[in-house]
């Protein structure tokens, strides 16, 4: 039994083996011709608009000086060895040491999580092949690399590599980027100004010191650190290199060499980075690539236009580096596709250049435009409803205790109200009800990445009003808000619809992911509470002539940035203003330049369309409730306090509300009544839970003072309806008078003294008369008949 187990496992995996030999077989036979003038070939990208019109030419002419390896100094060639492949010169093309760990990790976290290319396989791969990670490109690498490794000594693929690969700025090979980072030639680097070169290949545009800095030097450290773990130099060197602030840096090489100029920069930049993450600089900027977006040139021209007109911004200058402040973006998307309509990434800046992206590189604190995403939407997710009431008061977590912008608070508030009003606390309660670990999962969802929203600095309920230890993107609140238009449905923001080659054919197409965020009808209730937003709140300025518009406004302490962000149901918007080094904007917030920028763009993105309504799922019901207490209205309910709001089918309140209640009271005060109080009603008043927020027409828990003996007279009071209401003394007889104001029109009333009328009534009818005597009767009466006298009776 053993020795047949045996055999069989032997057959199993001779079995496995001849299938991936035969499979390798066949990868290699599909493989590209080995052809080693293609190690050479270097050809003009072409970038479209939506329309078909190019927009941009990327560097078919590079910047380029080839050198000789013999020219690289040794620690050069070792930055670049450290952080690509320090083996190098030991192996034959492939580094199998490298293979196996790439292996475990493909297999323990997918296919194309780890690579393990060495400097002659990326030579290969900028050569020879496509960008796409498979097993068979894999393969086809490999043997291509082999080849490679036949015809060319060590010396000279890392001569070809050394003066191939892109470092940005229009700058390809070694010589090129020493020229244009530090203005000197690759035999005069330093150990610093070596290792931040090395680490600018992975990600040039990212990684430039001139764009970002941090980035740079946080890359830098990396390659240091490997050439110590290399052996290549001692830790003191690594030490005093790090320390390197970029002294040398060349502040004019960030366009030396560049002959590239385009339209709608900031735009064709985002593209560049998008390209650059698909296929590596090489190809995208010596490819020949046809790529095709999804900018529509209209309302990138008006989006440009309108952020450039100095009338839409507060007043500011420019900064020491002459950049105009404050700053702005804006991004335009179509919220069913993700697709990216227009980006525009700041103002006043000069074309051609790569610069700091606002929409899409800068994070900025969202302020109240978070709320949706981080506390309304998970609060509608979890059953609640626009008619859900939450009392606005005084509230501490610990040392933590929200207050509303204005210093007021509301008491019972709904949760249309407190949106439409941007009330904070509200906000705070109800991500402290859903729970930060639930809105954190939404909001990823959304779109919002862990770098913008960190699961342990931002671990906290101050996230609700938009509080973050980083801040988000322009880009990411737009495709977050894009879901809430979208049916809750999340789609990718992209600009790049399709790329071909320069025959035609295509190498890439977008796919973007797309995923279920929220509930349709949480989407639907949130967007309609955001209507409100737009129609009664803080953004009544970005209405829009003839179509819905909901949307939020974004305002933090101190106004360091302020937001729109609003939507139709065709497009989303969202736009930003803030100083590059935040500072305070007073008086400024995002109801004001932002909803108007907003506005102007968005008027002339939907010339032309024919206005529709958002669309309400079947999911959603509507239901009349008191919108004090959010439930089901009781008789005593007054109308002015019912509503009709929207719920997600089964969440339509069952429970009667109880917090109208019924109440006597005396009529003069409204407060309970004294025993010396005389008119007392029965009014509806509202039953209010301990708090520190008084609110309109509170049941009293006070007794009437108005009336008791020492400071009160009761009068009579004629209420005749020819006095019209007005309260006058009514005329009652006295002893001996007749007349006076009918009984039946009489009653009484107490008043302090004083107070009471001292007009008394004047209809004639009711005036009191004095009782005339009995006239004297002078006739005489007859006298009785005398009787006999009768003897007085005698004492017995």
């Not at 240091?224 to 970029?246: H, P, S, W, Y």
């Not at 789609?491 to 080659?501: G, Q, R, S, Y």
């Not at 309140?653 to 407060?671: G, M, R």
């Amino acid at each position: 039994m053993g020795k047949k187990l045996l055999l069989l496992l032997a057959l199993l995996v001779m079995g496995v083996g001849l299938g991936a030999g035969i499979y390798a077989a066949m990868a290699i036979a599909d493989a590209p011709a080995w052809d080693p003038s293609k190690l050479a070939v270097s050809e003009t990208s072409i970038i479209y608009d939506s329309k078909g019109n190019i927009i941009a030419k990327v560097h078919g002419g590079e910047n380029r000086t080839v050198v000789s390896i013999k020219d690289i100094p040794p620690h050069v060639i070792n930055a670049f060895l450290a952080v690509e492949d320090a083996n190098f010169y030991e192996h034959s093309g492939i580094d199998y040491k490298a293979v196996v760990r790439a292996v475990i990790a493909n297999i323990t976290d997918g296919f194309g999580s780890q690579g393990f290319s060495t400097i002659t396989q990326q030579l290969v791969k900028q050569s020879f092949l496509s960008p796409e990670k498979t097993i068979k490109r894999k393969l086809q690498e490999i043997y291509l690399a082999r080849q490679v490794e036949k015809y060319y000594t060590k010396d000279q693929i890392l001569e070809m590599y050394l003066n191939r690969i892109f470092f940005g700025h229009n700058a390809y090979g070694i010589q090129a980027a020493a020229q244009t980072y530090f203005g000197k030639d690759v035999k005069d680097l330093t150990i610093a100004e070596a290792a931040m070169l090395a680490g600018i290949p992975q990600a040039p545009s990212r990684l430039s010191p001139f764009r970002n800095p941090e980035l740079a030097k946080k890359r830098r450290a990396h390659v240091l650190e490997n050439m110590v773990r290399f052996g290549f130099i001692t830790q003191k060197q690594a030490e005093q290199a790090n320390a390197d602030n970029f002294e040398s840096l060349n502040r004019d090489g960030r366009n030396q060499g560049s002959n590239a100029t385009y339209q709608h920069q900031y735009y064709v930049e985002y593209v560049l980075d998008q390209l650059e993450d698909i296929f590596g600089p090489e190809k995208v900027f010596a490819g020949g690539l046809q790529v095709y977006t999804a900018l529509d040139p209209e309302i990138q021209t008006e989006a440009e236009k309108v952020m450039n007109d100095p009338k839409n911004f507060p007043k500011g200058k420019a900064n020491e580096q002459g950049i105009i402040q404050p700053q702005g973006a804006v991004v335009i998307l179509e919220p069913g596709t993700g697709q990216i309509k227009a980006l525009v990434g700041g103002r006043g800046q000069t074309e051609g250049r790569r610069v700091l992206n606002r929409a899409t590189q800068s994070h900025r604190q969202p302020g109240s435009a978070f709320k949706p995403i981080i506390a309304y939407g998970p609060a509608l997710e979890a059953g609640m409803s626009p008619a859900t009431v939450v009392d606005d008061a005084p509230v501490s977590y610990g040392k933590y205790s929200p207050k509303n912008y204005d210093g007021s608070y509301g008491g019972l508030t709904s949760l249309r109200s407190a949106l439409t009003r941007s009330v904070n606390v509200v906000a705070v309660k109800l991500l402290d009800e859903v729970g930060i670990k639930k809105a954190m999962k939404i909001a990823r969802n959304l779109g919002i990445s862990t770098e913008s929203l960190d699961p342990v600095a931002d671990n906290g309920l101050s996230i609700a009003l938009g509080g973050l230890s980083r801040g988000v993107t322009p880009l990411e609140m737009a495709g977050a808000y894009a879901a809430f238009a979208n049916k809750g449905i999340y789609v990718e923001p992209t600009a790049i619809l399709k790329v071909t080659d320069k025959t035609g054919k295509v190498i890439w197409e977008s796919a973007p992911l797309k995923r279920k965020a929220l509930k349709s009808s949480t989407a639907f209730m949130l967007t309609d509470m955001l209507q409100s937003v737009v129609k009664y709140g803080t953004g009544t300025r970005a209405q829009l002539p003839g179509w819905p518009v909901a949307g939020k406004t974004g305002t933090t302490n101190d106004a360091k940035d302020i937001w729109f962000a609003g939507y139709t149901p065709k497009l989303v918007g969202v736009v930003w203003i803030g100083y590059d080094q935040p500072k305070p904007m007073p008086r400024e917030f995002g109801g004001r330049y932002p909803a108007l920028i907003w506005k102007k763009i968005m008027i002339k993105a939907h010339e032309g369309l024919e206005p529709v309504n958002f669309e309400k799922p079947d999911s959603v019901v509507q239901a009349t409730v008191c919108k004090i207490s959010g439930k089901k209205p009781s008789e005593i309910c007054p109308k002015e306090d019912l509503v009709t709001e929207y719920f997600a089918e089964g969440t339509v309140p069952e429970e009667i509300c109880d917090l109208h209640i019924e109440v006597k009271v005396s009529a003069a005060s409204n407060l309970l009544p004294s025993p010396y109080c005389p008119d007392v009603v029965t009014k509806v008043f509202i039953k209010r839970s301990a708090s520190k927020v008084p609110m309109p027409n509170m049941a009293p828990t006070e007794v009437c003072t108005l009336h008791n003996p020492g400071n009160s007279e009761t009068v009579a009071i004629c209420t005749d309806p020819s006095h019209n209401g007005k309260e006058v003394l009514a005329n009652v007889p006295g002893p001996g008078e007749s007349g006076g104001c009918p009984p039946e029109l009489v009653v009484k009333k107490t008043y302090v003294k004083g107070q009471a009328p001292k007009e008394k009534c004047q209809i004639p009818e009711h005036q009191v008369t004095v009782s005339q005597p009995a006239p004297p009767d002078n006739t005489t009466s007859p006298e009785p008949p005398t009787s006999p006298e009768v003897p007085a009776p005698t004492p017995q």
